[in-house]
């Protein structure tokens, strides 16, 4: 019997060097596209998704991420003292009930592949999710964003699935790529990965993107720690010795993904969400405008 896909890591101990000197007290989690942290944001597609238990890596000086899962005493009561229930009402509905959060410590940054092994003992034999926060992603057509329809995905397929982008051709030296088998569209077998591959020898231009699906065995090929690429270990190459025994396919999100983890794709994010919120998108627009000229 296939099992639902209850939990989900969130691998948020990195330092966010490319942010400094923001970064230096704030983690890159926290900083805001609009009015919520970027976890916040990743957080809320998992929600969204079905997902019940919210696992968190975290590293040194990453503290303010699990208070801001907890509750704020002084402040709530002070927004109810005040009459601001609009305010009280927003934190309530994003607080996780009670149990539904884990965080336990990446010790050094050995890698993604290792931050994942490090959730192993709250995981334990479930399959389950993997969310980069970094990477904030909108829902297109299709209206969901991309972890529930990697979720849609397996609860079709089975076995383990990962979200792909398309890049050029000439940027696929960047990025782990897939080989695509058998093509449904929207979804597809994978037959293969390779992770930054020479230039010009990509199977395709299909890259591994921020979310994941992945059965609970891949932990036992974690557990050895062999590097790969910058002397980390790599979770891409956990996966092509997992495709050896298992079955991979891969969705093609309908939707756009925000790499918030460089300044352009955050200042993008911000836009683009700024935009779809009705109480903002008119004045922004306006303000846009000044700012380019009326050339908008």
């Known amino acids: ?33 609009v009015d919520r942290p970027v976890l916040q944001h990743v957080v809320d597609e998992a929600k969204e998704a079905g997902i019940e238990h919210f696992i968190f890596v975290t590293g040194r000086n990453k503290g303010v991420i699990e208070d801001h899962f907890d509750m704020a005493f002084e402040l709530e009561a002070t927004l109810q003292a005040r009459g601001k229930t609009k305010e009280y009402q927003a934190l309530m509905a994003d607080l996780p009930p009670a149990g539904a959060t884990s965080f336990t410590r990446q010790q050094a940054p050995l890698g993604l592949g290792h ?3 490090c959730a192993r003992e709250i995981i334990g034999d479930e399959p389950f999710a993997v969310l980069l926060p970094d990477m904030v992603t909108m829902g297109g057509k299709l209206g969901s964003r991309c972890l529930a329809q990697c979720i849609e995905t397996y609860e079709q397929y089975g076995g383990n699935v990962i979200a792909v ?48 699906i992945l059965d609970a065995s891949i932990f036992s090929i974690l557990e050895h720690g062999e590097k790969g690429a910058g002397g980390e270990i790599q979770l ?14 891969g969705v093609r999100f309908d939707g756009r993904t925000y790499d918030t983890g460089s300044k352009l794709g955050f200042l993008a994010a911000n836009v683009a969400f700024a935009l779809a919120r009705p109480e903002l ?11 380019l000229g009326g050339s908008l």
Not at 1 to 20: E, Q, S, W, Y
Not at 236 to 249: E, G, R, S, V
Not at 281 to 291: N, R, S, T
């Open 1 to 33: 019997m296939m099992k639902r896909i209850r939990k989900a890591i969130f691998p948020v101990a990195g330092l966010g060097t490319r942010f400094l000197p923001a970064t230096k007290s704030v983690p890159k989690e926290m900083m805001t596209v």
């Open 115 to 117: 931050a994942v092994w």
């Open 281 to 291: 998108a008119e004045g922004f627009k306006a303000e846009l405008k000044k700012q």
């Open 236 to 249: 891409t190459d956990a996966m092509i010795k997992l495709a050896k025994q298992q079955p991979f396919h």
């Open 165 to 212: 982008e398309e890049v050029p051709m000439e940027e696929t030296h960047q990025y782990g790529i897939v080989s695509i088998g058998k093509d449904a569209g929207h979804t597809f077998e994978i037959t293969g990965m390779v992770e930054k591959p020479a230039k010009g020898t990509a199977p395709s231009t299909s890259i591994i993107s921020g979310r994941y």
